[in-house]
Structures are given as C-alpha cells and as structure tokens.
C-alpha cells in the first residue's frame, strides 16, 4: 500500500467508525435534535461537542459512566481534570449533605471560607486568597488585579494557552476574547520571548502562563523557560501569573512547587471545588490586599456565588480528606508509569502515535516528533487521534474527542491495564495504515 493509498484507507475506516457510533447510539442522537431545537447545536459547553453528535451521560458511580443507550464506560476524561475523586465520593456526597442541610444562601460570611482559604494558601504557598465561580473569572481577575496596580496596559499570553472562555489562545478562540492588548509569546521558546519581554517592558502589566498547556494538548514548559519569566518579570516589574487551574493537582504543591518558582499571583479552580462550580485566585499579600474592603480605596471582587456553600463544603472536604498530599503523589506516580507503558507500545508499533503530559494528565498526539509547542502539533494525524476515540469509546472506555485524559482517584490497576489493552488493540488492528503513514512523514520530514 501506498501514503496515499494508507490515508485513503484510514479516513474509511474513521467513517465506518463513525457509522458504527451512530447506530449504536440512537438515544444520544434523538437528544441532539431535540436540545438543538432550544440551544445552539444542542449545546452549551463547546469542548463537548463532537460529530456526528456528542454523547449523552445518563449517570456516573466511581470510575465509571453510563450513557442514555445503557452503554458502560470506564471514566478516562474525569471532567476536563475537576473529576479527580470519581464520581460520588462518599466523603465529598457526606460534606454536600450536610452544607444543604444547614440551608444555602445565607447571604452572609461563612465559616467555611477561611477553612478553605487556610488549605489552599497552605498547599499551594499562597499568602491570600479570593474565590470566584470558575477559572475563567479567577484568570480574568488576576490580569485585571494586574493591570490596576501596574497601571500599565498589556498582558503577555502564550500561543495555544487556554487560561478561560473569554481567554482562549487557540485558533479561532481568539475572537471572543476580552479586549485587553495582548502580546503573544512562544511557548517554551525563551530566546523570542525574552526579546518581546525587553521590547513591551515599560508596558507589561502581566506575564499569564500555565506551567504544563493543559487544554493545549498536555504539552509542559521546561524548567529554564519558567525561571526566565521568573526573573525577566522582576525585572521589568510585570506580574508572573501560573495559571494552575489545570495543573495545580499535578504535584501536592502544585507544579510550583516541583519546579521550585515562586509565581506572583497563582490561578485555580477544576477539583478544587469538589465537583462543583470553582475558582480562585490567590498569591502576594502585597498585591491581594488592594482587596481588602477595610482598607480606603479598596479594589471591590463581587459574585454572589463566589462564597456558595456547595462548593466551600466540597472543596474543602475534597482537598483536605481525599485529595490528601500522600495520595496527589501516589496518582500522578500511576500516571506518569501508564504514560511510559504507553508510549512503549506505540514505539514498539512504530507507530505516529505518542501521549504526553505530566503526572495524571496525558494527551494523545498522532505524531512522533518532540513537542515543545503546539506549533509541533501542526504535523499531527487527526483522523488517527479520531480514529483512536471512535475505537476506545465503542471498547467502552471514555476520553476526550481530542485524545485527552485525566486520572481520578477512582480509577484501579484494573482499568488502567483495559486502557493499555484496548491501545495496543488499536495499534495492532491499524498496524499497516499506520506504519506506512508513519513512515511517508518520516520521509517527508527528511526531505
Ligand atoms: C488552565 C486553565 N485556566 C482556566 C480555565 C477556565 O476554567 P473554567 O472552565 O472553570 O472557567 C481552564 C479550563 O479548562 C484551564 O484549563
């Protein structure tokens, strides 16, 4: 078989899965009509959405998912990182169940704030700490806390950083954007963005960059890229923000901690708020104090929800009882050994197939060069990394359509094994297209 012949073969097979999808999931397919009769495309979360029609999830128990067609499925996406404890952690259900209990929206200070604030500001260093509804405000608050004490106008981004719906770095994301005057950098690329830094220096208000891109295919920074915005944004007296909404799990400390860098101002949310809507955004005391409502001329940081009790009882009971230091170590040590015994495999296959990341969050990218960047995701093989969802979804094992996954709790030695089965399945069954698509980019690439 020719490349050609091998593509022309591979996008039959996409299709002849996504036939097969299609008549093994009618229920699914019968909501999408009926929810995009009332909503645009029958949806209301972007990331969710993928053709021919997204799944439907009827319920969840621990690891794993059942859809509206009565399909089980082993939970390998994890909500986009905020399902680290599975679902329904007995623990987490017994918190929710008391906070209703004590009645919801009192409209007043809650006790449970500062015992929150006290455990995150104690795990992830942070001297004081806000909460807002979800990462997206904490991000947009952090730059704007930025850009008010600063008074200067610019941010630097990075390309394909994902920090929010209305912060959104990748492709045609950008258009929504808030207005802010963006300067943006490449990732992981300190030569260039040293010299944007030294060029907008009397401007910059804020450097916001996430330590490993989550949304952005789980491609990490090096440790020497971080440390020179370390210090280039001491020097030029620019806010370092680490948005840790993605990443703070990866370490008890998050990566900060790993990597030894103190940021500024650190963003979170996902697990954080147990399963329910969260953000927060937290750091210097020099600089979240400008919220402090006793002080004359204090910075005002509204929200009804931003102290709801669900959420407070949630996160806290999640952080400080399940997600314990002890046990972020033990399941990013799970992830970082399924990632290793994956790539073995698609090495073995020689196939143009590998799964970065950190820690329990993985990616798979159908091509076999370094990734540095997204921009070395442009030779990526899109139909493989399809090709791979249809094939572990109808296997029953449930990740993101963009190859995504992230780890819970929940998750034992026993799936994590069905996981590197069901890869190794996919390899061996696409073995020729593979190999022969494989080895037309290697030419390529060598010409
Ligand atoms: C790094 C990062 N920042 C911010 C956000 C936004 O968080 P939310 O979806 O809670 O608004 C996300 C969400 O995926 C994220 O990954």
Redesign the pocket.
Known sequence: MTSSESQTALTELLEAAKRRFIARNPRSAEHQLIAARVMPGGNTRTVLFYEPFPLVMARGEGCRLWDVDDHEYIDFLGE?TAGIYGHSHPIIRQAITAAVDNGLSLASHHVLEARLAGALCERFALERVRFTN???EA?LMALSLAREITRRPKMMVFEGA????LLNFRGAGRTLNVPFEFVMAPYNDSTQTLELLQRHRSELAAVMV?PML??GGCIAASREFLGMLREATEQIGAVLVF?E??TSRLAPGGLQAVLGIRPDLT?L??YLGGGSSF?AFGGRAALMDHFDPRRPGALPHAGTFNNNVISLAAGLAGLTQVYTPEQAEALNRRGSELRERLNALCRQARAPLQFTGIGSLLNAHATTGAINAPRDLAAAHHDIEGLLFFDLVEKGIYTARRGFIALSLALGAAELDRLVAAVGEFLEAHESQLTRLSAARDAARAA
């Open positions: 986009f979800s990462g997206t991000t994902y920090h929010g719906s996430e989550g949304s948005d909404v993605m963003t949310g996902k953000g």
